[in-house]
């Protein structure tokens, strides 16, 4: 009997072992490249905009008018621009929660490039009124993510790139 207590006591301690379990959300994920372009007092120039980024040899094209309010607009095959305030956020805390509060900054606004994919040479080109105002290359270093915890399912990477407007 002494012998059969001990074999159960192993038999459960490999179970416990090798039945653990993960608990992974359902968050989706892409592969994508994502450049912020502001100008350094904030403001964004009003005017017709043309957006050109050439990626890995495949140049994908965009136009869009400012005049001081939200942009959002996709454009050709997996090219998409979006102009919204800056905001300034900040974190408050309670014995059980923490939350975030963000408020627009008046005046202020970011330019956000997203591009799905990964690609290793960028160029961005980008013109007002007819002027260019950005032509950058860039080589984006690309970072894992698993928005739902690790070991979880996607995996997937991303860059972000800053540009600053004259």
């Not at 698993?146 to 997937?156: A, V």
């Amino acid at each position: 009997m002494r012998h059969l207590c001990w074999a159960i006591l192993v038999v459960s301690s490999f179970a416990a072992a090798g039945c653990e379990t993960k608990a992974c959300t359902e968050i989706g994920c892409v592969n994508q490249l994502s450049v912020t372009v502001t100008r350094a007092d904030g403001s964004f120039p009003s005017g017709a905009h043309q957006v050109d980024v050439t990626a890995d040899g495949v140049t994908r094209s965009c136009t869009f008018t400012f005049a001081g309010s939200v942009v959002s607009t996709a454009c050709s095959s997996g090219l998409f621009v979006s102009v919204n305030p800056a905001t300034t956020c900040t974190e408050m805390h309670t014995a059980t929660a923490v939350s975030v509060r963000c408020d627009p900054i008046p005046g202020q606004f970011i330019e956000v490039l997203s591009l799905f994919g990964m690609p290793r040479d960028v160029r961005v080109v980008q013109s007002i009124d007819g002027v260019v105002v950005i032509d950058q290359s860039i080589a984006p270093t690309y970072k894992q993510s698993r928005p739902n915890g690790p070991g979880c399912e996607p995996l997937c990477e991303q860059a972000a790139v800053m540009l600053t407007l004259p």
